[in-house]
């Protein structure tokens, strides 16, 4: 929504796309509008981050990550509770803009990632990777070197917009790609 943190919300997505257990077991509700977030702090060290269930929004309904129907969900504790890490920890500027190799430590304790720089892999070759990462179970998030292109399963591309990737059910396919946003950028879609 009103946040410019795509990467820390494919990372998240990718998280509870191979992990779906993983999510759940690290958000505690206390029942009293308070969650309890298991992270990591910066030398990988487990900590415990306490929300409460109020978050950015406006008369349009929540700015941050949320559900379908605009209500709260474990996105939205997630994404909270980094914006409070990042103010403890001082990591991180501000959420906008957070990089993926700093989202997954949050939350794994586990800091190794790499990164494969556009137009480095034949696409041949970068569909093996991706289907190898995804089968060993690893985070993978990427976006669009060229906007403004056409597909068959949604909205145009958009440059500078995280998405998560996810094996596809589509055999013509060498991968499908989730906007974490649910639309585009700038965009209606």
Known sequence: HGIGDCSALAVMAEIAYL????????????????YTVAMFDPQGKPVNVTIQSTFLG??????????????????????????????????????????????????TGEGNSFA????????????????????????VIGGFTKGGLSHNYGPQTVTAHAYSFMLSTDWEAMFAMRNPWGHSPGGSN
């Open 19 to 34: 992990f779906p257990d993983f999510i759940k077991s690290i958000i505690t509700d206390h029942g009293d509008e308070t």
């Open 116 to 139: 494969i720089s556009p137009s480095a892999l034949l696409p041949e070759q970068f569909d093996q990777a991706v289907d190898i990462a995804l089968t060993e179970r690893m985070i």
């Open 58 to 107: 406006d008369n349009n309904g929540i700015g941050a990550s949320s559900s379908k129907n605009g209500k709260a969900n474990w996105g939205t504790i997630l994404e909270k509770a980094i914006m409070k890490w990042n103010k403890i920890y001082q990591v991180n500027p501000d959420i906008y803009g957070i990089g993926s190799e700093h989202v997954a430590p949050l939350f």
